[in-house]
């Protein structure tokens, strides 16, 4: 059973267009991430959900939007895509209660043309 | 701000020798958690090993141990044995203490290859 989902893995757009990209854990967990690797690998915190509410919100771009419908869902929005967002954008959750580590979705790469 | 600096860009071992990577942190915490992440080429972030700051004893997993020196902000990881499977990106990571910001903070990683 997958314990943190994406869709999509893979996303080609233009300039300028808007995409979005889909979570989902079914681990019953309370705190979700999103994390951007950029092309030399390097991971950065985006934003932090705790039971749907934002705690986190790392100095990004106000053309990125997430949106957590339920616990168990983090979703991110990104509006007017610039060449700069190429990335692979990872979510990932964590149970506040009772585990320290963060378990990762397999990553959406976005590429922007 | 907590900084994670991973000093060795890439490293390379014959299998089933030994390697260490190294690891090290800033923060002005007491309490706090590391971690070593592995993300082999199909890109999924894998738990390798955790530690928490308040443990005295290096953890281990298998293969895998950590040499923890709190005083010097170290945490480096040691892989025995290496497999041709342990190739991969190899990130350490910092999170601080509960109730406070609870985000993962990376280093730029170290990629590993191990050679036949």
């Known amino acids: 059973d997958t314990a943190v989902s994406q869709t999509p893995k893979y996303l080609v757009t233009q300039m300028g267009n808007d995409k979005s990209i889909k979570c989902e854990q079914n681990l019953g967990h309370d705190t979700m991430y999103w994390y951007k690797q950029d092309s030399k690998k390097f991971l950065k915190i985006m934003f932090s959900y705790n039971n749907k509410e934002l705690i986190i919100n790392e100095t990004v771009p106000n053309r990125f939007s997430p949106k957590s419908p339920d616990k168990a869902h983090l979703n991110l929005h990104i509006n007017s895509l610039e060449l700069g967002d190429s990335a692979v954008y990872f979510c990932?959750?964590?149970?506040?209660?009772?585990?320290?580590?963060?378990?990762f979705g397999p990553g959406t790469r976005l590429t922007v043309t | 701000a907590q900084t994670v600096t991973q000093s060795q860009p890439e490293m390379s071992v014959q299998e089933a020798e030994t390697v260490t990577l190294s690891c090290t942190y800033d923060t002005s915490e007491s309490d706090y958690y590391l971690f070593w992440y592995k993300q082999p080429p199909s890109r999924q972030m894998i738990l390798v090993i955790r530690?928490?700051?308040?443990?005295?004893q290096n953890a281990t997993e298998n293969r895998f141990s950590v040499n923890f020196q709190k005083a010097a902000k170290s945490f480096s990881l040691k892989i025995s044995d290496s497999q041709l499977g342990d190739a991969a990106m190899y990130f350490c990571a910092y999170r601080g203490p509960r109730g406070g910001s609870e985000k993962l903070v990376f280093g730029k990683g170290t990629k590993l290859t191990v050679n036949p």
């Open positions: 530690q928490e700051a308040y443990k005295q």
């Open positions: 990932a959750s964590r149970s506040t209660s009772s585990s320290y580590e963060q378990y």
